[in-house]
T-cell receptor
């Protein structure tokens, strides 16, 4: 049981390049999330997927697209990277249980856009 | 808009003492709250959660208190250890079965530094 996995761990892009960040969870969770975290700040929601086949914008969706490929996988795409997208990106999945709902995070992707 | 925030950006605690980390929220419709711990270079790790129908919940060495009257959340860590040094975030989301459910909003975080 690996939990939430993300690839790549590190990435350097030039302005205008595109890339896709991959995320997968093996916990059979319905909901998945993409956040970005900038230095000294909390996490900001980019996009989320409440269930397979649905996606919704979060607080900072501009410049990003997402795909909920199946229940396990939720990818984040930067079509034309900008320096302002330099950040650490975290994927998360959500379990809904009787006692409490727990959001599990991946290890993060550190992205630098030059 | 609605926000979740923390009172103290940095908390220095002596090993063995108790830590108290505070969080204010402004959305009265918030239904579910989580405290996370984030160590350097890692993703946030779930510590403890609480629903709005509770005012206290205890875990192993941690207690979360919720005061809905003043919209305040706190995390108490008993007998703080060096391994507790990290950034602690509170997060909230709206009521289940509403449009705001699952859209977590995070506070900026509090850096806890445990000194020997």
């Amino acid at each position: 049981n690996a939990g939430v996995t993300q690839t790549p761990k590190f990435q350097v892009l030039k302005t205008g390049q595109s890339m896709t960040l991959q995320c997968a969870q093996d916990m059979n969770h319905n909901s998945m999330y993409w956040y970005r975290q900038d230095p000294g700040m909390g996490l900001r929601l980019i996009y989320y997927s409440a269930s397979e086949g649905t996606t919704d914008k979060g607080e900072v969706p501009n410049g990003y697209n997402v795909s909920r490929l199946n229940k396990r996988e939720f990818s984040l795409r930067l079509e034309s990277a900008a320096p302002s997208q330099t950040s650490v990106y975290f994927c998360a999945s959500l379990r809904i249980a009787g006692v409490g709902d727990t959001q599990y995070f991946g290890p993060g992707t550190r992205l630098t856009v030059l | 808009g609605e926000s979740v925030g923390l009172h103290l950006p940095t908390l220095s605690v002596q090993e063995g003492d108790n830590s108290i980390i505070n969080c204010a929220y402004s959305n009265s419709a918030s239904d579910y709250f989580i405290w996370y711990k984030q160590e350097s270079g890692k993703g946030p790790q779930f510590i403890i959660d609480i629903r709005s129908n509770m005012d206290k919940r205890q875990g192993q060495r941690v207690t979360v208190l919720l005061n809905k009257t003043v919209k305040h959340l706190s995390l108490q860590i008993a007998a703080t250890q060096p391994g507790d040094s990290a950034v602690y975030f509170c997060a909230e989301t709206g009521e289940i079965a509403t449009d705001s459910w699952g859209k977590f909003q995070f506070g900026a975080g509090t850096q806890v530094v445990v000194t020997p």
